[in-house]
């Protein structure tokens, strides 16, 4: 038996979602660069769980079902409104709602192709209406009922803010969540897999999805690179802080991958963007303070920033509250975990590998009266 820490170059599954060749992302064969400049979050959906582009009345059709499902049950929204919301993290509530989500789905548990399509649909649409909907609750207001005339995109800053949003955040927006659609066989998507192996149902999938995403290692990386902005402030302060980080061999949020060790093709899009809306909101420190430490990890280090750098000053350029960083990526990595769902199911066969005993040699067993 041989091992490898982390499983670190091992090819654990075949699968058509998307694919990490000589560092190019693709989502079922469509080059990430051209779905993040042309698709809408829906039309990336769609190719994810189809694996092919939609024509327009097909994504018309589609986009209208999205839409129809984003109510969430009154259930669902009075749980949250009971639990302690200023006490957890946002993750932590996700993960609960999606497991109370699936309490109320009557077909939570039918097995066949048409029921898991439909419990992925549901899932897609109304995770954005439970993460806007505890953020404010949280802060003591009513929920916004989702509006099905808006984009997907459009409708979560809705929800969110009680108002819609300008063309440029909508765009912003959806491409960070055309980015963050699927990613191979990351920690997350092969959390989802290896649940759903055991023939176990899609909302415990994505429930236990969302719990390894919620590490800093993985999806939390975005929230931790804001901390770690908000606590630089100012971009005369870089060079002290990161070199204080060095010496204490404190990992830089944001930067490493264990795939591209030649940058991640999805960080130069959101550096354009983290650009782009910090000279809009004329706060372009968090911008230039991306930058300088980019260039200082870079050139000490050699590491790259991986899409987890710059989300994070996108996001807070788009206002939003920094802990719903890692839920916004759990909104947009649905549209994976769900394909990848779909696709264990379609082919499975149960995920167990071994483990290289390394424990003690044959033990002698002594009555406790004996010890
Ligand atoms: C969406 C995503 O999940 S993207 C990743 C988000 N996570 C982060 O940004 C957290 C910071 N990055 C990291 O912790 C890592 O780079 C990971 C988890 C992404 C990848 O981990 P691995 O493939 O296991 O790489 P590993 O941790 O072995 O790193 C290799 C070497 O680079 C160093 N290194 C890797 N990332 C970093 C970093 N961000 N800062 C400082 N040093 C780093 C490690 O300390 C290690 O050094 P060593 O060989 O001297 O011990
Ligand atoms: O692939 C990985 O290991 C992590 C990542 O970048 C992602 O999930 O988007």
Redesign the pocket.
């Known amino acids: 038996m041989t091992t490898t820490k982390g499983l670190e170059g091992i090819v654990a599954t075949t699968s058509s979602v998307s694919s990490i060749i000589d560092d190019v992302l693709t989502y079922q064969g469509y080059d990430i660069n051209d779905l993040t400049e042309h698709a809408s979050f829906e039309e990336v959906v769609y190719i994810l769980w189809n694996g092919r582009l939609p024509n327009q009345d097909e994504l018309n059709d589609f986009s209208n079902e999205l839409a129809q499902y984003a109510e969430v049950p009154e259930e669902v929204i009075d749980q949250l409104k009971a639990l302690p919301l200023d006490k957890v993290h946002p993750m932590a509530v996700l993960r609960t709602a999606i497991s109370t989500l699936g309490l109320y789905d009557p077909d939570a548990d039918k097995m066949d192709e048409e029921a898991n399509r439909t419990k992925a649909l549901r899932i897609q649409a109304q995770i954005p209406t439970i993460v806007t909907a505890f953020s404010r609750i949280r802060q003591g207001k009513e929920p916004v009922k989702p509006n099905s005339d808006l984009s997907f995109a459009a409708n979560f800053l809705y929800m969110l803010k009680g108002e819609e949003p300008n063309d440029l955040e909508v765009t912003a927006f959806n491409k960070a969540l055309v980015l963050?659609a699927d990613?191979?066989l990351?920690?997350?998507?092969f959390t989802a897999r290896v649940c759903v192996a055991t023939l176990s149902d899609v909302y415990s999938g994505i429930t236990a999805a969302i719990g390894a995403l919620k590490g800093p290692l993985?999806?939390g990386a975005n929230e931790a690179v804001m901390k770690m902005l908000s606590e630089i402030g100012d971009v005369e302060q870089v060079e002290s802080y990161i070199k204080n980080a060095f010496d204490n061999k404190e990992k830089i949020m944001g930067f490493g991958?264990?795939?591209y060790k030649n940058g991640?093709p999805r960080a130069k899009f959101l550096r354009d963007m983290s650009k782009q809306l910090t000279d809009t909101t004329g706060e372009s420190k968090w911008y230039d303070m991306s930058v300088r430490i980019e260039e200082l990890v870079t050139n000490e280090k050699g590491l790259l920033p991986?899409?987890d750098f710059y989300s994070a000053s996108v996001y807070h350029s788009l206002g939003i509250d920094h802990d719903l960083f890692t839920p916004i990526f759990a909104i947009s990595?649905t549209s994976g975990w769900t394909a990848h769902i779909l696709e264990q199911y379609a082919n499975n066969r149960l995920i167990r590998p071994r483990a290289e005993y390394v424990g003690p040699g044959k033990q002698e067993f002594v009555p406790l009266e004996q010890r």
């Open positions: 963050h990613h191979e990351n920690a997350s998507t993985h999806g991958h264990r795939v991640d991986n899409v990595r």
